[in-house]
């Protein structure tokens, strides 16, 4: 009888051994770090869309199945055009960011704006005229602006250099020294080997010119180095990037990848531009 315990007792314990065997990778399972956690900080995390912008209405105007209105906004006065909308002056409206025209020439106004936004639209009106395309995004918005109320304007000189004479920064005396490396180039230099250099990585440095944020998921930045020429807009380069200008951006070396001949559409294409730009320390 005390073998036959004694057995009984030793079966239980290897059993319960056993058991406690095959718990622990459940247990290492469940406390294990979740996939997502695992990967890279942003993997698989899209980019934010532009943030709306808020502002209070100073002017308006309704042309041509557009609203144009002068808004003043924390960064300044803005000229913004939506699909028709009832607006009022003094009313605060926040707008989505859209795409930036320079000198764009309104048909229906007989009037050009050195530089104005089109919206996709102000958040919580989202109504539009009978006949009129609803608002979607400032692509949209600008591409059909183009075609209905910019008239010239609209359509781009088939010996177009840059492709952006709408949006080319004037000429600037200044003299930047060229990025130190082998894959570095002055501006001049850029637009002269495009072809040779498309789809390559490159590194240009210069004065930042101009700023335009959030467009089509972007920063657009054009900067000089006193090299190219006004005469056929060789001098000022369009450089993209997910990066947000800081209030440090002076003289900046950017990389990036070069591309040739790109078009965007709505007569803007350019002969050569770098694009998802990084600072280059």
Request: aromatic share 6%; glycine share 10%; charged share 15%.
């Amino acid at each position: 009888m005390y073998k036959f315990i004694s057995l009984c007792c030793s079966l239980i314990f290897i059993i319960g051994l056993t058991a406690c065997s095959n718990d622990k990778p459940e247990k290492q399972a469940d406390t294990s770090q979740p996939a997502q956690q695992q990967a890279a900080p942003g993997a698989g995390i899209p980019a934010a869309a532009p943030a709306p912008v808020a502002g209070k209405v100073l002017e308006t105007i309704d042309a041509g199945g557009y609203t144009y209105m002068n808004v003043a906004t924390a960064s300044g006065e803005k000229w913004v055009a939506v699909n028709q909308t009832a607006v009022a002056v003094g009313e605060e409206i926040t707008f989505m960011d859209g795409m930036v025209m320079q000198n764009f020439s309104s048909k229906s106004l007989d009037r050009t704006f050195p530089e104005i936004v089109f919206s996709g639209g102000l958040v919580g009106k989202g109504a539009t005229p009978p006949g009129m395309p609803p608002a979607g995004t400032g692509a949209e918005s600008f591409s059909q602006a183009l075609s209905t109320e910019g008239g010239a304007a609209a359509s781009a000189p088939a010996n177009m250099v840059t492709g952006s004479q709408k949006a080319v920064v004037p000429f600037a005396e200044i003299k930047v020294e060229k990025a130190l490396g082998e894959n570095s180039y002055t501006v001049a230099e850029i637009f002269s080997k495009a072809t040779e250099l498309n789809g390559q990585t490159v590194a240009v440095k210069g004065k930042v010119m101009k700023v335009s944020p959030g467009i089509m998921g972007r920063n657009w930045i054009h900067i000089q180095d006193g090299t190219g020429s006004p005469a056929d807009n060789t001098h000022d380069l369009v450089i993209t990037t997910s990066q947000a200008a800081g209030p440090d951006w002076d003289i900046i070396t950017m990389e990036g990848v070069l591309a040739a001949n790109k078009d965007f559409g709505s007569g803007y294409s350019y002969v050569v531009i770098i694009e998802d730009a990084n600072i280059k320390e």
